[in-house]
Nanobody, 123 residues
Framework: QVQLVESGGGLVQAGGSLRLSCVASGRTFRLNVMGWFRQAPGKEREFVAVISESGGRTSYADSAKGRFTISRDNARNTVYLQMNSLKPEDTAVYYC????????????????WGQGTRVTVSS
């Protein structure tokens, strides 16, 4: 497993942008599929985006398509989530997570999680 630490959350007005970062410890980061999830108050944790080990393949939840971009820098052991055109409904705690399983969007298949970073979008 890898240890993950997210940063970059904060308060932003609707229409604004934030870039979340997640730094991983350990030498196996490049071997992991990395994902971003979010959990709003009173709701289940939901999938946002995922990126393959090399960064060559990405996938997004419908709510994120066209607005969010996931990327990674394996030399820096870091995965990013660029969020543009933010909406109040994007308000949540955002988590990055790692898995060795390709093609999965289920939180239950991700074995390593960060502590989360809070994003609040005001209207």
């Amino acid at each position: 497993q890898v240890q993950l630490v997210e940063s970059g959350g904060g308060l932003v007005q609707a229409g604004g942008s934030l870039r979340l970062s997640c730094v991983a410890s350990g030498r196996t980061f490049r071997l992991n599929v990395m994902g971003w999830f979010r959990q709003a108050p009173g709701k289940e944790r939901e999938f946002v985006a995922v990126i393959s080990e090399s960064g060559g393949r990405t996938s997004y939840a419908d709510s994120a398509k066209g607005r969010f971009t996931i990327s990674r820098d394996n030399a820096r052991n870091t995965v990013y989530l660029q969020m543009n055109s933010l909406k109040p409904e994007d308000t949540a705690v955002y988590y990055c997570a790692a898995t060795s399983i390709s093609g999965t969007y289920s939180p239950s298949n991700f074995g390593s999680w960060g502590q989360g970073t809070r994003v609040t979008v005001s209207s």
